[in-house]
């Protein structure tokens, strides 16, 4: 028992002390032998041995780790925001759009309200329409002081995210033949795509333009910028056209023709309505095929349609000019065929110049079959052979012709100027003949006539005596004959005479000395002289139709003074007022036939003045409106 008992202790006390004495090694007995062996360092583990090194590229790899996707983060975030820019560039704000349209035409009522106003006439200028002709698919707008074309559409579609990396696409696109897009509109009441203005307006519009002369270099400008426009969107992500059409080709201050209306198909397929102008110019394949939105061989047939409208000098088919509805075209188009109908490329007569290959490579692109069409790379390469190398600049041909008549401009300009000169002669010797050329000279230049009195003048009446009997036996052309004839003759003996011929009504003869260039007192002189000579010519002057007849006049005159000035705008005449015109009309009136008959202010004028004149009383005459009045006869001259 107490052997028992002792040996329990000794192990209880031999457990305890063995799990102390291990304690450091977590109360386990180390083996026997150890695993290295005897007399040997056991090897560390590499976690222990590199531990820093280990710790220290962890942390750069955790550091890398981050960095990159820092970096990646900041470079998503910096291609959404540079996305977002670009999107605000091609989103523009209806509300910066300002109507051209409208405000020109308010510009012009403004003008015409203010000349309605004024006595002046004002020049509202050209209307705003021939400027930027609006149609029902375009119209013009202001963006920042700049025009802008704006291309209508009739459909409100949602703009995806490949929408809108085609639309940042379009926006980027630079070429010398392709209108820049400026962007889209989608706030205002229906959306719009606008394009930069180009001033001399689409190939339609030019082509529509009659008083438009374009020759044979200047179409294959225009061709050749087209096909490389189409060339540069062909070679592009878009691919093809579409809707090429006349009024898609527009044309700048240079004559270079830029292609608006390409890409944004993703708003053309949402159209239902379909315009004349694509139907007329889209390949029959894909008239076939409305569900396609186009092919490069489909822009190729519709450059030919383009090309023709040049050669032709008309609209699409020249459908104003023919029988057949649009609907009746795009048919016969559809049905093709082996002569597949197509448009005419006959040239007006007054230009043919136009180089007949041109003719053939139109042909080949329209041809039926898409594959055996070409494809703008060879149009371009055709075109090039076609103008031998030289060189293709519209603003080069022009340059050259004008060198070519540089040196007999200067001649024209001279024989224009003698024609200019000699007209200018006439307009005024007609002038002269109906006013006064001092008078006449101030309303050249626009200055305005003031009356004026002349204290001392001599008026001359005369009258053909029966002149109704004697108009009864003519008829009215003989009548105006006569009265010519016989005007002329008056008309030669004034001219001598320095008197100036006021009017003539019917029959009537007034005339006047003295006015409006003074002449002294030699005024009473020259009508009396010019009388003697009236009486005297009359005495062998016969009639054509009549030459039995005799032609007589009464003859009055008187002197003092009076006032001259110009009447009208329209028709001005120079007329005479004052009683020195109604006391020469008495005279006259109370005359006799064959008889000179003075007023007693006249007579003694001019005896006075000139006493180598004749003269004899006639006593005393009741003259309407005048009383008694002495008058004389004016005899003769000695």
Request: charged content about 25%; aromatic content about 10%; proline content about 4%.
């Amino acid at each position: 028992m107490c052997c028992v008992k002792f040996f329990l202790q000794n192990w209880t006390f031999s457990i305890i002390d063995e799990t102390l004495i291990w304690d450091a090694y977590n109360g386990i007995r180390p083996e026997t032998i150890p695993a290295c062996g005897y007399n040997s360092i056991c090897a560390k583990s590499f976690f222990v041995e590199y531990f820093y090194i280990v710790i220290t590229v962890a942390v750069i790899i955790l550091f890398c780790v981050t960095a990159a996707i820092i970096a990646a983060f900041l470079v998503i975030k910096a291609n959404r925001d540079e996305q977002a820019r670009l999107d605000d560039q091609w989103l523009i704000p209806h509300q910066n759009l300002t109507s051209i349209v409208k405000q020109a035409k308010s510009r012009v009522d403004q003008q015409s309200s203010r000349s309605l106003q004024s006595s002046s006439t004002v020049l509202t200028g050209v209307s705003s329409n021939n400027f930027f002709p609006e149609t029902e698919n375009i119209t013009y707008f202001s963006y920042f002081g700049e025009p802008v074309l704006a291309r209508k559409y009739e459909v409100r579609v949602q703009i995806l995210e490949e929408d809108k990396a085609e639309l940042r696409y379009l926006r980027s696109l630079e070429h010398d033949n392709i209108c820049r897009f400026i962007g889209l509109s989608i706030d205002g009441p229906i959306y719009m795509s606008l394009w930069r203005y180009c001033s001399r307006g689409s190939v339609k519009s030019v082509i529509s333009k009659s008083s438009m002369s374009m020759d044979g270099f200047f179409i294959y400008c225009l061709m050749k910028d087209i096909a490389l426009g189409l060339q540069f969107i062909h070679n592009s992500s878009i691919r093809f056209h579409g809707s090429l059409t006349s009024d898609n080709c527009f044309i700048n201050d240079r004559w270079q023709v830029k292609i608006a209306g390409f890409g944004l198909n993703f708003i053309s397929r949402a159209e239902q309505k379909q315009c004349d102008d694509y139907l007329l110019h889209r390949a029959p394949e894909l008239l076939r095929d409305p569900m396609k939105s186009g092919t490069q061989p489909g822009d190729v047939y519709s450059f030919a349609i383009v090309c023709s409208e040049l050669i032709s000098r008309t609209s699409p088919w020249d459908i104003e000019n023919r029988k057949e509805e649009v609907a009746d075209i795009v048919f016969m188009v559809k049905r093709g065929g082996r002569n597949a109908f197509r448009p005419s490329l006959e040239t007006p007569e007054e230009e043919e110049d136009v180089n007949p290959a041109l003719c053939h490579l139109i042909r080949d692109c329209w041809e039926e079959d898409p594959k055996h069409r070409p494809n703008i790379e060879t149009v371009n390469k055709l075109m090039k052979s076609i103008n031998s190398g030289r060189t293709a600049n519209l603003m080069d041909h022009v340059f050259s012709v004008l060198e070519k008549h540089a040196s007999s401009l200067e001649d024209e300009v001279q024989e224009r100027m003698k024609e200019l000169v000699e007209e200018k002669k006439k307009s005024d010797l007609l002038l002269y003949r109906m006013l006064p050329q001092q008078v006449a000279d101030r309303l050249k230049m626009g200055q305005s006539v003031e009356p004026e009195t002349f204290e001392s003048v001599t008026i001359f009446f005369s009258d053909v005596v029966g002149f109704t009997t004697l108009a009864g036996k003519c008829t009215p052309l003989q009548v105006v004959n006569l009265l010519n004839d016989l005007y002329t003759t008056f008309d030669a003996i004034i001219d001598r005479n320095d008197t100036y011929k006021v009017e003539t009504i019917g029959d009537g003869y007034l005339c006047v000395s003295g006015l409006p260039k003074r002449n002294g007192y030699e005024h009473v002189n020259n009508i009396s002289n010019m009388s003697l000579e009236l009486l005297e010519n009359l005495k062998s002057y016969k009639i054509a139709h009549l030459p039995n007849e005799i032609v007589n006049i009464r003859i009055g005159m008187h002197s003092g003074s009076c006032v001259a000035g110009v009447v009208g705008l329209t028709m001005p005449r120079y007329c005479l007022f004052g009683d020195t015109v109604n006391t020469a009309s008495r005279m006259e009136s109370n005359g006799k036939p064959g008889h000179i008959h003075l007023s007693e202010d006249a007579h003694q004028l001019l005896i006075s003045l000139f006493p180598e004149y004749s003269t004899e009383s006639r006593g005393e005459v009741i003259i309407k409106g005048k009383g008694v009045m002495q008058t004389y006869w004016l005899l003769g001259r000695r």
